[in-house]
């Protein structure tokens, strides 16, 4: 089971560009790398998910180097309503799922 | 809206009691996975389905049990509650194992 370590929090100016990095020495062949955002008292939300290289979507970007052992989410020009719990998460298939206890992100005005 | 649906949103019961919390995926989705969330506490996993069959258990108490039902809704019963099982309670579906799951806006229960 492939656990995950992130950093316990970041803070950022608006407009700056944010990465998470996210290790994750134990993951395994089959198991995908997936992101996701929580405000307070709302479900997560899914973010990017990638298995190998890079994976860009509208709000996001996910490095994940030949190793695959960890993992950078980033965030381009933040704003204020990006300020949340950024969670990393490595599983694939049939296994038990483990949420690490997430980046909290601060973006100062 | 994540097409994930749960009910009740809000319960307070006593303790000792014994709940039952409802989770209907978005359609086409065969995995459920049931989380605990705790006052500023991380995701906690807590047991997962797919397609009405048990696949993955996490740190869930005896007291605690769940099931699929052929319709694919799942339900969460919690039993002899204690105060320390107040938590958010949330409930997320994907369409296979290992996808991007999708949540469900939780169940708030408090316990006192």
């Known amino acids: 089971l492939a656990k995950t370590t992130q950093p316990i929090s970041m803070d950022s100016y608006e407009g700056q560009e944010v990465n998470i990095t996210c290790s994750h020495n134990n993951i395994a062949t089959n198991d995908y790398i997936t992101w996701y955002q929580q405000f307070p008292s709302q479900g997560p939300r899914f973010i990017i998910q990638g298995y190998k290289t890079k994976v860009t979507n509208e709000v996001a970007s996910l490095f994940i180097p030949a190793d695959r052992k960890s993992s950078t989410l980033s965030l381009p020009r933040v704003s204020l309503s990006d300020t949340a719990v950024y969670y990393c998460?490595?599983?694939?298939?049939?296994?038990?799922?483990?949420f690490g206890t997430g980046t909290k992100l601060q973006v100062i005005p | 809206d994540s097409g994930v649906t749960q009910t009740p949103k809000h319960l307070i019961t006593a303790t000792g009691q014994r709940v039952t919390l409802r989770c209907s995926p978005r359609s086409g989705d065969l995995s459920v996975y049931w989380y605990q969330q705790s006052l500023d506490q991380g995701l906690q996993f807590l047991i997962q389905?797919?397609?009405?069959?048990?696949?993955a258990k996490g740190n869930i108490l005896e007291r605690f049990s769940a099931q699929q039902f052929p319709d694919l809704h799942s339900e969460l019963n919690l039993s002899s509650l204690e105060l320390g099982d107040s938590a958010l309670y949330f409930c997320a579906s994907s369409v296979e194992e290992g996808d991007e799951q999708y949540f469900g806006p939780g169940t708030r229960l408090t316990v006192t």
């Open positions: 389905y797919y397609n009405g069959e048990e696949r």
């Open positions: 998460l490595v599983s694939g298939g049939y296994q038990k799922v483990t």
